[in-house]
């Protein structure tokens, strides 16, 4: 509705399809925040967009806060339509500059259901304030707001005046702030904060300041200073130096204050303390550096170059020209940004406001319309939900391989599971040092020496004495990760296990053929795959595992898929698909598919199932309302059975690629207890919804 006596939108009563995110000052850790909001909205399900009402590209480079959320968004907008107007044209008219933002931000929202309007950053656009002219147009653009403060360097009380007077800004330009985040608050004085800013009037929740997120990369020091890489691994440029230390003492004092994750300047010319830390680096017992900065416009001499270069130090070593005090000087004041490549950053982000921020809570006091649609974005976050709700236990047998460690960290950070790592703890140990990873609360067991080693050999002897399998052999096969991890989760030391990120789909589900076992009633095992398309998930089988399956066996893959589906929240209408849709066609591959589903009909009569069917009068309404008019499944399927590997794989495949789908699995389905497999392509946004989904098979006590 309008404000008569402003001619301005003011915020109503009715449930919103916009937020909007503004900060009164710099450094507030805006993006932190807006990216908790971000996959917030995401879990309600919905078309989620983003706007920046003012941006402003540096040295031609994009906004990068307006980057990294439209990498989390779930519509696909183009950059350039997810931008109101520039700071030079609220400088030149502010008036003509809201209009404008006013008409781009609806043609944002009409294609959304809601919409994370994000404000300028602290850069004093108009007059009277920032704060003001972003009020204002969340005012016109009848959106709640989301204070963003910052608390580093601040009291208690020093925060509760920053913020009654920040409210104060906000209701005078006839805006309403629904909710306030602290952020970047010392730990120490999280619950003082809390206390002194009771009864301020609107939800308010506080964030500790996290080191991680503040933190510049290599990669940002070495832009800041104009640097460049003189040795080391160029990808370990994106690891945050958590401090700074300049090394102008002898090599003894330098290396006993080293710290995890420093980064150390020094002369070019300083070859004792160059050589010291490129072996300090990998020498068991001290931290591993984020890097070392050689400053001066020097180079090291030339037989110390050849020596490093001889010895290919991983250790990002950046060159600049500046003195050791100018150096130090940039390299104190440049602030890390969480740009779309900052994984650490955004897994740190994201754990931060799960952690601290009541999301029921949060959604209520925003009161945002939940549509009914369901994103990828949505179901990939209540996997992750549902996961934390009731943690369980899993066991990752590749606990020597980056991409595991690197989900195992984010995995830990959200608290999303409890995890065992398989592995030699002192490689595990130093993997996690070089990649810049910290493992709180992981075990890491080395089946090589441990001992349960010999007490799983001796059950696997029992449990394959059919076969004749000899005590040597089995210690052998215990000493292998996978029959190892699976023997943890025979034994219940873990809910269940993933792997296959470097080994194959055999070499994962082999054990558990002979472990785990099927469950009762369940004479295959088979797999699907989630098909998260822009506005629903489908549940495609079997991608994966049976090649050639009998009709018998394609109806045990329809009900264990079916089964799975719903476990997930997916109401499932099973589409036994063929070439042919009835009673359409004939031969020995339509009759297969129409003999499994009525052997599925008389097995589960109450679910719902149609076969033999195509795939787009099963998915197709205008489709199916020809074919198969009367059908409760046709043009609405969710569960779809493929007749064979030969189409299934294909299928998923061209949909992922072709329609742009998130493919997750495959999901293992029959065993008595969950075990899973990877791609070995697998990202590590994979192995997290992997290991999530995992843990909900085990909740629902897959035995």
Not at 377 to 383: A, H, I, K, S, V
Request: with cysteine; proline share 5%.
């Amino acid at each position: 509705m309008t404000d008569r006596s402003t001619g301005e939108m003011s915020v109503s009563d009715a449930s919103h399809s916009a937020i909007y995110l503004a900060s009164s000052e710099g450094e507030t850790g805006k993006s932190t925040i807006a990216l908790g909001l971000l996959a917030l909205l995401s879990a309600t399900g919905g078309r989620i967009g983003v706007f920046r009402p003012i941006s402003r590209t540096h040295d031609g480079k994009n906004d990068y806060i307006l980057e990294l959320l439209l990498a989390h968004d779930s519509v696909g907008l183009d950059y350039a339509d997810c931008i109101g107007v520039t700071y030079d044209q609220v400088h030149a008219d502010p008036d003509a500059a809201l209009a404008t933002i006013v008409d781009r931000f609806h043609a944002v929202q009409e294609q959304c259901d809601t919409v994370l309007v994000v404000g300028s950053d602290f850069t004093d656009v108009g007059n009277p304030s920032e704060l003001s002219y972003n009020a204002r147009i969340a005012a016109n653009l009848a959106c709640p707001m989301v204070l963003a403060l910052r608390g580093s360097e601040r009291t208690p009380q020093e925060i509760r005046g920053l913020t009654v007077h920040a409210l104060a800004e906000v209701s005078a330009a006839h805006a309403t702030a629904v909710a306030v985040v602290v952020n970047r608050v010392d730990p120490a004085q999280q619950a003082a904060t809390k206390t002194a800013l009771d009864g301020i009037g609107p939800g308010v929740w506080v964030l500790p300041e996290d080191s991680v997120l503040s933190s510049p990369t290599m990669a940002e020091l070495s832009a800041a200073l104009g640097g460049y890489l003189y040795s080391g691994d160029e990808e370990l440029l994106d690891r945050e130096a958590l401090h700074m230390m300049v090394g102008g003492m002898t090599v003894e004092h330098v290396l006993e204050r080293l710290a995890e994750g420093m980064v150390v300047i020094a002369p070019a010319d300083r070859s004792d303390v160059l050589l010291a830390l490129v072996n300090a680096n990998v020498a068991q017992g001290f931290p591993r550096l984020a890097g070392l900065i050689l400053n001066g416009g020097l180079k090291p001499h030339p037989m110390v170059d050849a020596l490093v270069r001889g010895l290919n130090p991983t250790l990002p070593i950046i060159c600049c020209e500046q003195s050791t005090y100018e150096t130090a000087r940039i390299a104190s004041h440049t602030r890390g940004k969480m740009a779309n490549q900052s994984a650490r950053k955004i897994e740190t982000a994201l754990a931060l406001m799960e952690h601290h921020i009541d999301s029921a809570k949060l959604m209520e006091d925003l009161n945002i319309a939940i549509p009914e649609v369901v994103t990828p974005q949505m179901f990939e976050y209540q996997l992750v939900a549902r996961a934390k709700a009731d943690r369980r236990h899993i066991v990752l047998p590749e606990g020597e391989e980056p991409r595991i460690l690197r989900a195992a960290a984010a995995l830990t950070a959200r608290g999303v599971a409890q995890l065992t790592l398989l592995g030699d703890p002192a490689k595990v140990e130093a993997q996690c040092s070089e990649l810049g990873i910290e493992l709180a609360g992981v075990d890491i067991i080395n089946p090589l020496d441990s001992e349960l080693t010999e007490k799983f050999a001796v059950q696997y002897a029992e449990l394959r004495k059919h076969k004749n399998v000899a005590m040597d052999r089995a210690r052998d096969l215990m000493r292998d990760v996978s029959y190892f991890g699976t023997m943890m989760v025979h034994n219940g030391l873990a809910d269940g296990m993933v792997s296959g990120s470097i080994h194959t789909t055999a070499h994962t589900i082999r054990p558990a053929f002979e472990i785990i076992k099927t469950k009762p009633g369940v004479d295959t095992v088979s797999s699907v795959f989630f098909m998260c398309l822009a506005d629903q998930v489908l549940t495609y089988g079997d991608c994966a595992v049976v090649p050639d399956p009998t009709a018998e066996q394609l109806a045990d893959i329809a009900i264990s898929s079916a089964e799975t589906a719903a476990a997930f929240g997916i109401d499932p209408r099973v589409a036994m698909l063929s070439y042919s849709t009835g009673e359409s066609g004939t031969g020995a591959d339509v009759d297969k598919v129409r003999t499994a589903t009525s052997l599925v009909r008389e097995r589960e009569p109450d679910l719902l199932v149609e076969g033999p069917i195509q795939y787009d009068a099963a998915v197709e309404p205008s489709v199916a309302a020809t074919k198969m008019p009367n059908s409760p499944v046709a043009g609405k399927a969710t569960v779809l059975i493929f007749p064979d590997l030969n189409t299934g794989n294909n299928t998923y495949k061209a949909v992922q690629r072709s329609a742009g789908a998130i493919a997750i699995g495959p999901v293992l389905q029959g065993l008595n207890k969950p075990i899973n497999d990877l791609s070995r392509g697998a990202l590590v946004a994979d192995i997290v919804n992997t290991v999530a989904i995992t843990a909900i098979q085990a909740q629902a006590g897959v035995e």
